[in-house]
């Protein structure tokens, strides 16, 4: 049990890893993966080529040696972890490579005059209490998920039912389960881990969601990355009939039910949650808007489903931002989503929910928008693809 004496070693090391703390989590991940191979098909290593991985890693680190003493303060974080452990079906027996190498690397980063043995053994309660409070959380969805119909606990084959080309970079996978059986329901915005092995080499990924639940399949709309291992596998190795290994559907941002008008901003292939959510509230009968932005109409996924539903409800209007401009390509504006722009998209009354979701920068831009358009930021929800990072820098 952490006492107070341990709670302040604690938090006298939240100035190390505030200038330090990356150096500390990119040395823990390079210990863990070296040599723990066992763990390596959890982490995405793209994310770990880019620092996307131990920023976040650094800044969870940090934010729990600060909150150490009021939990309740950490806020959505504890639950975007959850989450994201639960749909790479993270277990109790990942928890004690993960403590024993962070301890290893706070003491070789820090030092030993630093990392003293009192200090060493105030990070392991630290830990411990950290572990036991994730590994409770999750086997309660673990639970849930198993119990619910449909429902299933690891991991469960399905096989592609169809492969459809969305975009010149974007194809969508319909997944209905191998056994035949019941399909557990989800909420619009989730996303759902996979299971691949790779000439040999097992990887997992999360995919959002991208429609609305049926009862009878799954859809992940999955754009290829260059480079990229797995986006590169699911769009030239694995076709109508093949089997994919899921995990259960996971995350919170999440459509909640409100009366008040939707708006929902994606930018490239952040539209595939998003594309849920419309397809959920247009029966709903809300005002909805609905703003996508890409590249170009090329790489533009679902404007034929997006106008079909616009066409079909009245409540719903919809808006195209284009890069590059091309004939007929539809777009209600080229060039980069401006200020002025999504000031002149939004309902008059700003008080309405907004959802949004794309690359780091055009979220940040997002945010920064609609926050000098007076959308309260209690109801401005995004999400990130990859490792949570900062909007503010």
């Not at 994310?47 to 890693?57: I, M, T, V």
């Not at 974007?170 to 997944?175: D, N, P, Q, Y």
């Not at 090329?298 to 004939?327: I, K, N, T, W």
Request: charged share 25%.
């Amino acid at each position: 049990m952490l006492s107070n004496e341990h709670i302040a070693l604690v938090k006298a090391t939240v100035p190390l890893l505030e200038s330090g703390g990356e150096a500390l989590t990119t040395h823990f991940y390079r210990i863990m993966l070296a040599e723990y191979p066992q763990v390596r098909p959890l982490f995405n290593q793209a994310h770990q080529a880019s620092g996307d991985q131990p920023r976040a890693l650094a800044n969870g680190v940090l934010m729990y040696a600060r909150h150490i003493d009021r939990l309740q303060a950490l806020g959505p974080l504890v639950s975007q972890v959850v989450q994201k452990h639960v749909s790479l079906q993270i277990l109790p027996e990942h928890y004690p490579i993960v403590g024993g190498c962070l301890l290893r690397a706070i003491r070789e980063v820090l030092g030993a005059e630093i990392a003293t043995d009192e200090v060493i053994e105030a990070w392991r309660l630290a830990y411990g209490q950290l572990a036991e409070l994730l590994i409770g959380a999750e086997e309660e969805v673990y639970c849930a998920s198993e119990r619910a119909e449909g429902g299933w606990r690891g991991g469960r084959p399905f096989r592609v039912a169809r492969k459809v080309r969305e975009s010149e970079e974007i194809t969508s996978f319909h997944l209905r389960p191998a056994d035949g059986g019941a399909l557990l329901d989800f909420v619009p915005g989730q996303y759902i881990g996979l299971r691949l092995v790779i000439d040999g080499e097992e990887a997992r990924r999360n995919y959002s969601l991208s429609t609305a639940p049926d009862g009878r399949e799954y859809r992940i709309s999955v754009k290829r990355e260059p480079g990229g291992r797995v986006s590169s596998h699911l769009h030239e190795r694995i076709g109508e009939g093949d089997e994919i290994e899921l995990f259960v559907p996971a995350g919170d941002f999440t459509l909640n039910r409100s009366a008040k008008p939707l708006v929902l901003i994606g930018a490239g292939v952040g539209i595939t949650p998003l594309m849920a959510m419309l397809e959920s509230a247009v029966h709903s009968g809300r005002p909805i808007r609905f703003i996508h932005c890409a590249r170009h109409a090329g790489v533009q996924a679902f404007a034929a489903r997006v106008d079909e539903l616009v066409a079909a409800h009245p409540q719903v209007q919809r808006f195209y931002c284009l890069e590059e401009r091309r004939p007929g390509d539809g777009a209600d504006a080229h060039g980069r989503l401006s200020l002025e722009r999504l000031k002149a998209w939004l309902p008059a009354e700003r008080d309405v929910d907004a959802y949004f979701l794309g690359p780091r920068p055009f979220m940040a831009a997002v945010r920064r928008d609609l926050r000098k358009l007076g959308v309260p930021d209690a109801q401005a929800r995004y999400e990130f693809f990859g490792p949570a990072a900062s909007l503010d820098t």
